[in-house]
């Protein structure tokens, strides 16, 4: 029992202090939006687009930093075991790139799609990391509908999948900054009480 409960306050301080990887999320969404514009505006062939789309995730990671210290989360937390788990979980969505490669090479008109679906799924183990089921609904929400546009609109409605997952990405974003508000009040109200009982 004690087990649980310690592994629950370690996985409460992060969900505190990295703000549930909201900056990560945010930063994921506008390179979604980007993709959207790349996807649907761009008149160049599909590899080339799949090649951009590439090419827009190299921002991920700098646009991360930026929301960091727009929303002072931390990356680092000292004495957390559980806090390289959640870099561990990032890196996971590497061993999904095969389908990615193949798909860029084989199939680049459907790259986009193939792109949504791995997104979509390496959000899923957040759910349990951060306790936050929005990352898995979310994550479901992306893979599914990514799968379900390409197959019933086609490759000419193709640009509609990174639209859908910009906004479900947006969409999970302004959750997890309201759930980890929350947290906080909760937090607070829990701590004032007790020091009433004292």
């Known amino acids: 029992m004690s087990k649980k409960v310690s592994l629950e306050e370690l996985k409460l301080e992060i969900s505190i202090k990295a703000k549930k990887g909201i900056d990560f999320v945010l930063s994921a969404s506008l390179i979604w939006g980007l993709n959207f514009f790349i996807w649907h505006l761009l008149k160049n062939t599909a590899y080339e687009k799949s090649v951009f789309t590439f090419m827009t995730s190299a921002i991920l990671l700098p646009l991360a930093i930026l929301f960091s210290k727009i929303f002072k989360t931390e990356w680092k937390i000292k004495d ?13 969505q590497l061993l999904y790139f095969p389908f990615l490669i193949f798909t860029l090479i084989k199939c680049p008109d459907y790259f986009i799609m193939t792109y949504a679906i791995i997104t979509g799924a390496h959000l899923f183990p957040y759910a349990w990391f951060y306790n936050e089921i929005a990352y898995a609904i979310i994550g479901g929400l ?57």
């Open 80 to 92: 957390n075991l559980l806090q390289p788990l959640g870099l561990w979980l990032n890196f996971a």
């Open 142 to 198: 992306i893979s599914l509908g990514a799968l379900l546009i390409a197959l019933y609109l086609g490759v000419a409605h193709i640009s509609y999948i990174p639209f859908y997952t910009f906004i479900l990405l947006l969409i999970l974003a302004l959750k997890l900054y309201f759930s980890v508000k929350n947290i906080k009040i909760k937090l607070t109200f829990s701590t004032s009480k007790e020091k009433m009982k004292e």
